[in-house]
T-cell receptor
């Protein structure tokens, strides 16, 4: 049973560019959350998608946007990249109940130069 | 603001000993807590969770204790093995009922052979 899969694994972008990261949730899961993890820090919640809509958002600027598709997969888009956007971007999925341990993917390592 | 803090950034133990990793949380409205293990280059891996209506929960070689009076969470690992070496995060759901997780900065567990 495949868990959460993310692509690409690594990415290098230049300041000002735009990036799209992708996530396929674990089979049976319908809710996808995105987190940003800076080096040496815990993950920070970006936003969550359920039924193709953004259900909750963390303290991130509008440069960060997302989408969820009918098959529950999701994309994270970041516009006008800054050096400070360099981080590990994690996708987590769950089956909708808030009392279930969320399954994380291995992440996308984004480096902005 | 909301935060989950860890008492010790690094814990070094001898193989075979028991490990205890502590965590303080600040949001008294949190009613769900999770411990994650994160190895280098990987996403967080679910270890064990606990709801606020419990004060102890046991898994395989792991036990989570919750003290709501002092807002403290701990993870006990029995007979620590080299494969347990990783960064451990506690996470709470804060006042959210939609699945947003608030992570601490993490404790590095080093197991000496």
């Amino acid at each position: 049973d495949a868990g959460v899969t993310q692509s690409p694994t690594h990415l290098i972008k230049t300041r000002g560019q735009q990036v799209t990261l992708r996530c396929s949730p674990k089979s049976g899961h319908d809710t996808v959350s995105w987190y940003q993890q800076a080096l040496g820090q815990g993950p920070q919640f970006i936003f969550q998608y359920y039924e193709e809509e953004e259900r909750q958002r963390g303290n991130f600027p509008d440069r960060f946007s997302g989408h969820q598709f009918p098959n529950y997969s999701s994309e994270l888009n970041v516009n006008a990249l800054l050096l400070g956007d360099s981080a590990l971007y994690l996708c987590a999925s769950n089956a909708g109940t808030v009392y279930e341990g969320y399954t994380f993917g291995s992440g996308t390592r984004l480096t902005v130069v | 603001g909301e935060s989950v803090g860890l008492h010790l950034p690094t814990l070094s133990v001898q193989e075979g000993d028991n490990s205890i990793i502590n965590c303080a949380y600040s949001n008294s409205a949190s009613d769900y807590f999770i411990w994650y293990k994160q190895e280098s280059g990987k996403g967080p891996q679910f270890i064990i969770d606990i709801r606020s209506n419990m004060d102890k929960r046991q898994g395989q070689r792991v036990t989570v204790l919750l003290n709501k009076t002092v807002k403290h969470l701990s993870l006990q690992i029995a007979a620590t093995q080299p494969g347990d070496s990783a960064v451990y995060f506690c996470a709470e759901n804060g006042s959210s009922n939609t699945g947003k997780l608030i992570f601490g900065q993490g404790t590095t567990l080093q197991v000496k052979p």
